[in-house]
């Protein structure tokens, strides 16, 4: 068995394949089990808005998501009949974005062809939702980049999704810098008495990415260890087990939802002890997920708005070290070589459209719950249940409570004891519903 990537090549390589792109690749929306049924889902890529729905067939289809009449939010409709309904004036568009219902108009009247909408082609993929955000015609399915040991029955997954208020720059950055783990991450993914000098190596940089090696420098019989940046969405950790014939992987998808703005798509695979793997309830992982996250999410806001207010080039801003920052240099000066078509990006020595955004480093204690739990369907579904068990707790508690009053003896004893377990009870589901709801660094203050 192996673990190395094979990045996507096209059957024949031209000169003008040597340049990127941005719309000529597929994009992850989200993953399959976390998308809504029977109502639209909106997202945006570089700011521009798209809605996703299902027609009666079951069919998924993506358009524009915005209405030709008066430039409402189609996604803020509702799915009638297999197609996506405005909800501003009724009208209705179909699978090819084309509109097939105006109420407003006479009946023997036909409909503009400037009604319809630009459709984009979408696929299903391993569970995840993947979108062309070219034309059509150019979209090629051999590109999406799946991983191939997924495809294998002795390997399991669990995934996990979170927006970020950054760039998806200064995320892909993060990802292929495995030195701050040991910092930043310390007792969660990593322990800063490991941190250490890292030998670092990369091969096959080209438009379609670079191929990375890491391995620790103070053990001598230490594994090489693959991190891998397959354009312009992945990146790819393939971790060899000291056991021999065991594999795990992290597979680090994301899309950028705008300035300042960029989507996790975060799925964790092995293929050893399978069963523990597919016991744990997705949404605990989730919660240790969030922490590690939120551990990174101040040091790259701070350092995102600092390089913005610099305003100068990362090479004169770095000190970056061979054994620690190679991989990341190399990803900046990917997006110096490749990015121009970007709308906006951050290369090492390049960059574009990257003056001032929205971002703060302030982050407010809602943030967990507007950028995981009101998207991901495990963790929505338990912080709703877990809601739903304080309410009834405390409605037992108050019951308990007053049938104690009226009662006396062995019985109110009993009532007034089924009252406080009632209110333990319910102190520990508001406890585990705000795990839901706040960041970590809430339950320090």
Not at 79 to 90: P, Q
Not at 101 to 127: M, S, W, Y
Not at 364 to 374: E, G, K, M, N, V
Request: charged letters at 20%.
């Amino acid at each position: 068995m192996t673990l190395e990537t094979q990045i996507p090549q096209p059957a024949k390589m031209h000169k003008e394949e040597e340049e990127f792109h941005w719309r000529e690749c597929w994009y992850p929306v989200c993953f399959l089990q976390d998308l809504p049924k029977n109502r639209p889902y909106s997202f945006s890529l570089y700011d521009e808005p798209f809605v996703l729905f299902r027609n009666q067939n079951g069919i998924l289809i993506c358009l524009t998501d915005r209405c030709p009449h008066r430039a409402a939010r189609l996604s803020d409709g509702q799915i009638i009949d297999g197609k996506i309904e405005c909800s501003y004036h009724g009208w209705q568009f179909g699978i090819d974005g084309e509109c097939l219902h105006i109420p407003q108009l006479p009946e023997d009247t036909k409909i503009p062809l400037n009604a319809c909408l630009q459709a984009f082609t979408v696929v299903e993929r391993q569970g995840l939702i993947w979108v062309w955000a070219g034309k059509t015609e150019t979209a090629i399915d051999e590109f999406i980049p799946t991983i191939a040991d997924l495809e294998n029955p002795e390997f399991v997954h669990t995934d996990y999704m979170r927006d970020l208020p950054y760039d998806q720059t200064y995320l892909i950055e993060n990802f292929v810098d495995p030195a701050h783990v040991y910092i930043s991450h310390d007792g969660t993914e990593g322990n800063r008495a490991s941190a250490q000098p890292l030998e670092m190596e990369v091969s096959n940089f080209s438009v379609k990415g670079f191929l990375g090696k890491i391995r620790q420098s103070r053990n001598s019989d230490a594994p090489w260890q693959n991190l891998d940046f397959i354009a312009p969405n992945l990146v790819h950790y393939k971790l060899n087990v000291i056991k021999p014939g065991w594999y795990a992987g992290i597979a680090l998808y994301s899309i950028p939802i705008g300035k300042g703005k960029c989507r996790l798509l975060l799925r964790r695979y092995r293929n050893f002890m399978m069963e523990k793997f597919k016991s744990k309830p997705r949404w605990v992982e989730h919660l240790r997920q969030n922490k590690v996250l939120e551990q990174d999410l101040p040091q790259i806001l701070g350092q995102q708005a600092e390089i913005a207010r610099l305003e100068e080039s990362l090479n004169k801003i770095y000190l970056p070290l061979k054994t620690s920052d190679l991989l990341v240099i190399n990803y900046r000066k990917w997006l110096d070589k490749f990015g121009d078509s970007l709308p906006y990006y951050q290369g090492y020595s390049t960059s574009k459209n990257v003056g001032s955004n929205n971002c703060s480093q302030a982050s407010t204690d809602a943030d967990r719950f507007l950028q995981h739990t009101l998207i991901c369907s495990s963790c929505n579904q338990a912080y709703r249940v877990t809601n739903q068990l304080k309410q009834a707790f405390v409605g037992a508690a108050i019951s308990f409570a007053a049938l104690a009053i009226i009662t006396d003896g062995l019985t109110s004893i009993i009532l007034v004891s089924a009252a406080l377990v009632s209110v333990a009870l319910a102190v520990v589901a508001e406890k585990l519903k705000t795990h839901f709801q706040y960041s970590y660094t809430h339950f320090e203050q």
